[in-house]
């Protein structure tokens, strides 16, 4: 929303119309969690000091002679305001706009309805969708930002009340920081609060202790600053000096999330590759986990300079991991592509790879119900590691964990599946669908478990995939339980279970009838193993791909491999004795209908549509009417 006119006057701007809606339902919905303002304008600062720290590794004359960097928080109660001050990387006139104008980040829509719709605190979202900023509006009724950006001599001063407009203008080189960024906020008759030392001072505590530079609280203007935390980088301790407090917080702060760390891996590796990691799985699920585009957040440090905040140091089916890598032997000064393309780290991804997984099946083995955790809210992730990383899919597999026809809650592994299998079973059953519960309906499972053979349930987009190409436990394959015949015939039926009373042989004529009335929609109709109670089911041509699978490829708009299925008739069900009967007294119209019908019914039980459903809506009415008018 820039304005045509000479740079050296004030301008107004107006905020997007997103922003201004977004200002209005920040101040006034989340009340109760305004304290996190701080750590987020004290994220920034720290933010801001990293990237100056890093410039002035090419360009050395940024800096002052033996100057460090600090974020400093001012106090003064005389005049309103809370000021967080940082001799950072500053910000030029552009920044302005695009950084502090718009929330430049696709979330923001997202967040609204989050917001309005969910229960969920705004803290937890604030952090996850990066609009940190504007957290100030919750307690400030203006907030003004003095600026100077390293390197320049000219300096801004943004002005807004937040309400939808905000204003830019020069100001003095005197009347700015020499680097860096002063956030004002003027705050408002709710926030007083704030102007209390031991209040702030507790604030930065809680939830800023883990910032990587130095925080300095001055409780009047002119008072002596007092150091509130040192600004150490956790990852360079050593983990006997680290508590679990430190490591939550330096979590929180690195994650913007707000819950624990469901699991944390700190170590050093040495040798030829040398580098000091600190990671953590998340306690909860990030918003965008299953968005492609947006990548984990993991930190890439030099000796403690940050070298890139997003590299491509994680497979993207760890991306839900956050971390730190620092190694004192990357390259700095060159371009952070060449970075990613050298051989070091190639070595320090695989290392990183290797060992969280590693550390993933450690806790898989030793604590199931903590790593049941992780798997329920990054499973269908690491799963994405099954079809992509072949190399690493037997480790995979074995933590991984499965809702069955045995337990439907997700807890098992193969290893259990393989445990429990029964005599002459020869493969691996699974069924691929929406949800868990709904492919526990299918038919398709109804001989499965009369023969007590536990079927794997698979619900989650990439199951489709990975079991296609995945090799098998234990010498036996993964078969989809609706694919070719099923071969489990050899497997004893548990007593009780309903064996049919008639040969299948018995139907001959039956089945080629009902081939020849469905010849342009199935590739055949034959006698069933796998059902038990329903009348029929569809399933897969013995080399055809799996029948959920190209329901997803034909949603995706890939319908070459369409594919005709195959049409499965229990012959221990009474109307097939009907059909047979009716077929017999050459009805043929009613004939054809019925099995129309038996069709369309098999395709509504595999959440497909009728073939044709006005043609179904008129047997159907044909058929209805018989049965009524007898
Ligand atoms: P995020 O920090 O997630 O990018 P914010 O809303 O907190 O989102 O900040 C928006 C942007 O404003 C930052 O990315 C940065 O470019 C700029 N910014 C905010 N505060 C500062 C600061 N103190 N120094 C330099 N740039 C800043
Ligand atoms: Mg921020």
Redesign the pocket.
């Known amino acids: 929303m820039t304005q045509e006119s000479t740079t050296m006057e004030s301008e107004r701007h107006v905020f997007q119309a997103d922003v201004a809606r977004l200002l209005h339902l920040m101040v006034h919905s989340i009340y109760s969690e305004r304290d996190i303002f701080l750590r ?2 004290i ?3 720290a ?2 000091c990293e990237k100056l720290r890093y410039e002035a590794n090419s360009n050395p004359s940024l800096l002052g002679e033996g100057e460090s960097f600090a974020i400093r928080v001012i106090l003064n109660a005389e005049n309103g305001t809370l000021a ?1 001050e ?1 001799n ?4 030029a006139r552009e ?1 302005l706009t695009t ?2 104008g718009t ?1 430049a980040n696709s979330g923001t829509r997202v967040f609204l309805e989050k917001m309005t719709a969910s229960g969920k605190g705004a803290a937890e979202l604030i952090g996850q969708f ?5 957290s100030a509006f919750m307690v400030a009724d203006r907030v003004v930002v003095e ?1 100077r950006r390293a390197g320049e001599d000219v300096a801004w001063r943004w002005s807004s009340d937040g309400k939808g407009e905000f204003e830019i203008s020069p100001l003095a080189l005197e009347d700015a920081p020499r680097h ?2 002063r ?1 004002v906020l003027h705050l408002n008759e709710d926030s007083k609060a704030y102007l209390e030392p031991g209040r702030v001072e507790s604030i930065i505590g809680e939830h800023s202790s883990a910032v990587a530079t130095p925080i300095d609280l001055l409780d009047t203007p002119t008072a002596e600053p007092r150091r509130l935390s040192e600004g150490a980088a956790l990852w360079t301790k050593p983990k006997s000096e680290i508590t679990e407090e430190q490591y939550r917080e330096f979590y929180q702060e690195l994650s913007g999330q707000f819950d624990s760390p469901a699991l944390t891996v700190h170590w050093r590796a040495e040798g030829r590759a040398e580098y000091a990691v600190l990671a953590f799985v998340p306690g909860s699920r990030p918003f965008d986990l299953f968005d492609p585009a947006r990548k984990g957040r993991t930190k890439l440090y030099s000796r403690r300079v940050l070298i890139s905040r997003d590299s491509d140091l994680l497979p993207g089916y760890l991306r839900f991991v956050r971390l730190v890598v620092d190694s004192p032997d990357l390259p700095l000064n060159v371009s952070r592509e060449m970075v990613q393309e050298s051989p070091l780290f190639a070595a320090i991804k695989k290392g990183v790879t290797n060992r969280l997984l590693q550390e993933l099946g450690k806790l898989a083995e030793m604590d199931r119900e903590k790593f049941l955790t992780i798997w329920k809210n990054f499973g269908a992730v690491i799963k994405e590691g099954l079809y992509e990383d072949p190399e690493r899919r037997d480790p995979l597999l074995k933590m991984a964990r499965f809702a069955t026809t045995t337990s439907q809650d997700g807890t098992r592994t193969l290893a259990d599946y393989v445990s429990a299998l029964r005599p002459n079973q020869t493969a691996i059953y699974y069924l691929v669908g929406e949800n868990a519960e709904r492919i526990a309906a299918s038919p398709q499972l109804e001989g499965f478990r009369a023969r007590g053979i536990e079927v794997l349930l698979l619900s989650d987009p990439v199951d489709a995939f990975w079991v296609q190409t995945a090799a098998g436990v234990d010498g036996k394959p993964f078969k989809s339980a609706t694919q070719g015949a099923a071969d489990i015939k050899t497997v004893e039926l548990l007593d009780g279970a309903k064996k049919p009373d008639e040969p299948a042989s018995a139907f001959a004529d039956l089945i080629s009838r009902a081939k020849e009335t469905l010849a342009t929609v199935v590739e055949d109709v034959r006698i069933s193993d796998r059902l038990s109670e329903s009348l029929a089911c569809l399933v897969a041509p013995e080399f055809g791909p799996d029948l959920r699978l190209q329901q997803i490829l034909a949603a995706h708009g890939q319908s070459a491999m369409d594919m005709k299925p195959v049409l499965e008739i229990n012959p221990a069900h009474p109307l097939v004795i009907s059909l047979e009967t009716l077929m017999k007294r050459s009805e043929s119209e009613l004939f054809e209908d019925a099995v129309w019908l038996i069709f369309d019914e098999a395709r509504l039980l595999d959440g497909a549509p009728p073939n044709d459903a006005s043609a179904f809506a008129a047997r159907l009415t044909r058929i209805l009417s018989k049965a009524l008018a007898t």
């Open positions: 987020e304008l994220s920034n600062a933010d801001a967080v940082d950072g990387v500053g910000m920044d950084a502090l929330i990066g609009i940190g900023f504007y600026t860096g960024s956030v």
